[in-house]
């Protein structure tokens, strides 16, 4: 050690450690304090050489302040003597020689006096930067003895904090000492101890052998344990191994019991789900089935096919509650069913007798009410919407005849009794009377309500006035046969009466006879008779089914129009108030609506059990009631109630229209027609701008997918790109395709008239077809890309794949075609036509392609597999059109055809909806880009946009409802087709 002490050092522990603990103290304390008075020596010194500068730097002031305390003093002498010499020169008048000694004295000696000074003032300045200089040391100096004094301070700090430390190890040292002590104690009550400890110890030894032995012996043992012990550690270690890998055989066992448990449960969901679906599918084949049959119900029972197929699309409503998309439907036909009965139904109500036949049904001539009568005896009120009022007259055999009086405030009633009554609305009888004509066939009352006239089956006819006298002769026909029907001229002069003989006969009130042709008659007998409104017609109705509508302008020419109106008997035939349309009713229990030329203009209306007895029109000549001998009374539309209605509805004031497009935008129709222009449309048909170049019919239009070009192709062999102002960009000819040496003899361009445009979905390219066989894609600049050569059959349509990669052309040989755009031919060509591909459409999903051809079938191709997956077939004629509805989810695919239809399909081929245009043949149809309009336009040039929210479930569902307000209201057992009525 550097201090070079030499300790000698006990055994014992605790003065080991105490005498090395003492000296590291002492040695710790001794070098501290070393330092410390090292540290404390040299801030002294400092301070005593700062204290010596600070003297010498006081001693350096003092002697400058004395110098310049003599300085003064000299110059205040000088200045003095000075003046003192001049005011002697002055006042005592010296003699010149004396005055210039003493002046040159005075100015030597001031020079003196200024010499000193000026040494004087040097020395000062040398004194002020000393000055300075020790000021500037002085500061430096007082710093450092700051710092000194706190370093001291620390140091004393320190020099305190160890002597701290030093009492507490001299209180430890002293309390080592005391165990140090007690520890002596202790060793020497040890070494008793020991002693008694050996003397134990020698016992013990001879025990030890004796145990010695004895432990060999169980070490004997123990090794044989031990090999027993190990034979079954391995054994053990082995069974551990079976045990692990059972273990893990088990775990895996649960594993895949636990993956086939999953798929159980997944089998099972899987299971539960597919019978779900095979449920949901035998019930929609079930609602299919009840869909069909309603349709074909519906030509003998409208009311009933509707109620029918409303029940099923309820149950469809049920099943489809989960939002699911249309194509996802698990039946259609009750769509289909529902929209084509609501389209062509014309039966809104039924009037239930008591029992037997009814015979007569008329409106009261303000609508509100109808009156009927029949075989039950009564004659019945009731509300225009089929509401039973009361009974009124009651007769004693069947009413053959009721009639409203012209103002309403009576009725009118003729029987097989042989009476006629008159009553008011409220059952009140006022007039009855006995006709002795046997039963009272038919009557009919003057337009003035002042007289009735009556027919009967004793071959008479006689006209009465309201109380009952007879006012006219008897007009006779053939005694032994009916006369069946008796009218009033429309101006009340003249009464015609007709009968089982054939004739008909004319006779004024006095009973004269007007002759006329129709009195020879031709021995068929005549049923029902009825003039016209304006009195030029009359309209007979014959047993055999033949209606004849006799010209009364010149009653001497035998004038009339002939056709057939029912199969077997005519029992009534009825002019319209309007005067414009005519209705029989027959044997074959159908009403018949007819125009004056004899043409029927609507499907007949059916849903009679029996024969139609009775027709007659409602004042506003839209309805018509029939009665029969089911005993019920039905209310018939004339016009068709619109179900899908026109949106818009405009002309082009064009020729004819060859092909129609949407904007990507949907706000926006082009028009491509036949006298060359190409229109823009606002869907309320206000005209945009006319784009003018086309020579001939304009055969195809498209925008481009942004909006901002139009390509159009026509007659003239050209295409054209426009912007959308309607300024020709390109008229497309390129002379140098695909090469830098422009070649005059491989131009591209058409030979033959462009049938087809269509833009790529990036709109950077655009592909035309030609009947000259070929189809061209060209860059929107105008160059060529590539020839497509088709062969010498004409190509009618072309189109990009949605992704923009292959073309597809339609030719019409009837072949589809898949091009690369390198203008090679992709696999073999799709075959199935007949005739010629008209139109081409992709669907949204990419997954399919609709073509649509002359053969009057469209065929939807599945393009992973090239293969048909359904045909469309319903159109007569050409399908001239075919497009994907944008909107996947309306699963939706629009046809048009020269039978003037549009009809919507399924992907599976069923049709879901039919609209007709009432425009000719449909040239073109589209869907608007959000799928939810329609567009078509026809031959004759109109456009028409169609809202196809219209079609949907809900929508028909609550059409139905409407239509069968007054139905239900007098039906409660069908209340469940409409809960919320």
């Known amino acids: 050690m550097k201090s070079g002490l030499v300790f000698e050092i006990s055994e014992v522990p605790a003065n080991r450690y105490q005498l090395v603990h003492d000296y590291l103290v002492s040695f710790i304390r001794q070098r501290q304090e070393a330092d410390n008075l090292e540290q404390l020596k040299r801030a002294i010194a400092q301070q005593k050489l700062a204290e010596a500068e600070v003297r010498r730097v006081a001693e350096a002031n003092q002697i400058l302040e004395d110098a310049k305390r003599k300085a003064n003093q000299r110059i205040r002498v000088g200045s003095a003597v000075l003046t003192f010499s001049i005011v002697g020169l002055i006042g005592i008048s010296i003699s010149l020689g004396q005055v210039k000694s003493k002046l040159e004295y005075n100015l030597t000696s001031l020079k003196q006096k200024t010499t000193e000074l000026t040494k004087a003032d040097s020395q000062k300045q ?8 020790a000021q500037k040391t002085l500061i ?5 003895l700051t710092k000194l004094t ?9 020099l305190q904090t160890a002597n701290q430390k030093e009492k507490a190890a001299q209180q430890g040292l002293e309390l080592a000492i005391q165990k140090e002590k007690e520890a002596q104690q202790g060793l020497e009550l040890v070494k008793v101890k020991e002693q008694e400890t050996r003397k134990g110890l020698a016992i013990v030894s001879q025990k030890e052998r004796e145990v010695r032995e004895q432990l060999d012996q169980v070490t004997q043992k123990e090794r044989e344990a031990q090999e027993r012990l190990q034979t079954a550690t391995q054994q053990k270690r082995e069974a551990q191994a079976k045990a692990d890998l059972a273990q893990q055989q088990r775990q895996e066992a649960e594993g895949t019991f636990q993956e ?7 089998a099972e969901t899987e299971y539960k789900l597919a019978q779900q679906k095979l449920e949901e599918a035998e019930e929609g084949r079930k609602l299919e089935q009840v869909a069909t049959i309603g349709l074909q119900q519906f030509q003998s029972s409208q009311i009933e096919a509707l109620i029918s197929v409303m029940r099923s699309g309820r149950k469809l409503q049920e099943l489809v509650k989960d939002g699911r998309s249309l194509q996802d439907y698990p039946a259609i036909g009750p769509l289909k069913s529902l929209q084509t009965i609501l389209e062509n139904i014309r039966e809104s109500n039924q009037l239930q007798g008591d029992k037997g036949w009814l015979m007569s049904g008329r409106f009261s001539p303000d609508g509100k009410y109808i009156v009927t009568g029949g075989e039950d005896n009564i004659a019945k009120l009731w509300t225009a919407s089929g509401q039973f009022i009361k009974n009124l007259q009651e007769h004693q055999l069947k009413i053959w005849s009721v009639r409203f009086s012209p103002d309403g405030h009576y009725i009118a009633t003729g029987s097989a009794d042989g009476t006629v009554e008159i009553g008011d609305n409220s059952g009140k009888r006022s007039y009855s009377w006995e006709t002795k004509q046997g039963e009272v066939l038919n009557i009919d009352l003057s337009p003035d309500g002042q007289y009735i006239a009556t027919a009967g089956e004793d071959g008479t006819g006689i006209v009465w006035n309201r109380e009952g006298k007879q006012i ?22 003249e009464v015609a009466t007709a009968g089982e003989d054939g004739k008909v006969q004319l006779w004024d009130l006095s009973g004269v006879q007007i002759n006329n042709p129709w009195t020879k008659g031709d021995g068929k007998a005549i049923l029902s008779i009825s003039f016209s409104p304006d009195g030029k017609y009359l309209a007979t109705a014959q047993e055999d089914g033949i209606v004849r509508l006799w010209d009364l302008s010149d009653i001497s020419q035998e004038k009339f129009i002939q056709f057939t109106a029912n199969r077997g008997l005519v029992l009534s035939v009825s002019f319209s108030p309007d005067g414009k349309y005519l209705a029989t009713g027959g044997e074959d229990g159908t009403t018949r609506l007819w125009n004056l030329s004899g043409e029927e203009i609507a499907e007949p209306f059916r849903g009679h059990l029996g024969a139609v007895i009775s ?9 018509i009631i029939s009665t029969g001998s089911d005993g019920i009374a039905r209310i018939w539309h004339i016009n068709q109630e619109e179900i899908i209605k026109v949106d818009a509805e405009f002309a082009t004031n064009q020729d004819g229209v060859s092909n129609i497009s949407f904007s990507p935008d949907g706000e926006k129709l082009a028009t491509g027609g036949v006298d060359g222009t190409v229109e823009l449309w606002t869907l309320s048909g206000q005209r945009i701008n006319p784009f003018e170049g086309h020579q001939g019919t304009v055969w195809s239009v498209n925008f481009s997918p942004d909006g901002q070009y139009v390509v159009t192709g026509g007659e003239d062999k050209t295409t054209r790109l426009w912007n959308s102002s309607g300024k020709e960009l390109h008229n497309f000819r390129d002379c140098q395709p695909n090469s830098e040496t422009p070649d005059p003899d491989k131009c591209y361009y058409h030979r033959g008239w462009v049938t087809s445009v269509n833009f790529s979905p990036d709109g950077k390219y655009i592909a035309t077809a030609s009947i000259d066989g070929t189809a061209i894609i060209w860059h929107r600049d105008g160059k060529a890309v590539a020839l497509l050569e088709s062969g010498t059959s004409p190509v009618l349509a072309v189109s990009f794949t949605p992704d923009g990669q292959e073309i597809v052309t339609g030719k019409q040989d009837g072949t589809v075609r898949f091009w690369d755009l390198s203008g090679k031919p992709i696999g073999e060509a799709l075959s199935g036509y007949q005739d010629a591909i008209l139109s081409l459409s992709f669907s949204p999903d990419r997954k399919y392609l609709a073509t649509a051809s002359a053969d009057g079938t469209a065929i939807i191709w599945d393009l992973s597999t090239r293969t048909q997956i359904a045909q469309l077939k319903g159109h007569r004629g050409l399908v001239n059109s075919v ?33 007709k245009g009432n425009m000719g043949k449909i040239i073109s149809v589209k869907f608007s880009p959000d799928g939810q309009r329609l567009a078509a336009v026809g031959e004759d040039g109109r456009v028409k946009i169609w809202n196809l929210n219209q079609l949907g479930l809900d929508e028909l569902l609550a059409k139905g409802c409407t239509w069968l307000k007054d139905y239900l209201s007098t039906h409660h057992n069908v209340s469940d087709v409409c809960p919320n009525h």
Do not use: C
Not at 140 to 144: E, I, K, L
Not at 260 to 266: L, T, Y
Not at 615 to 623: G, H, W
Not at 885 to 898: F, L
């Open 883 to 915: 497009s994907f509805n944008p909107d996947i989810n309306r699963g939706q695919i629009v046809t048009a055809g020269a039978d003037g239809t549009i009809k919507l399909w399924n992907l599976y081929g069923q049709q879901m909806a039919e609209l």
């Open 260 to 266: 086939v448990q999953a798929k159980r449960q997944q």
């Open 150 to 158: 706190q370093e001291v301070k620390q140091k004393s700090a320190q």
């Open 126 to 133: 040398i004194a002020e930067a000393k000055t300075q200089e």
């Open 140 to 144: 430096s100096t007082q710093g450092n």
């Open 615 to 623: 027709v007659s029109f409602s004042p506003d000549s839209q309805k």
């Open 472 to 493: 006219s002769p008897v007009f006779r026909h053939n005694e032994n046969r009916k006369v069946t029907s008796i009218a009033f001229t429309p101006d009340g002069k």
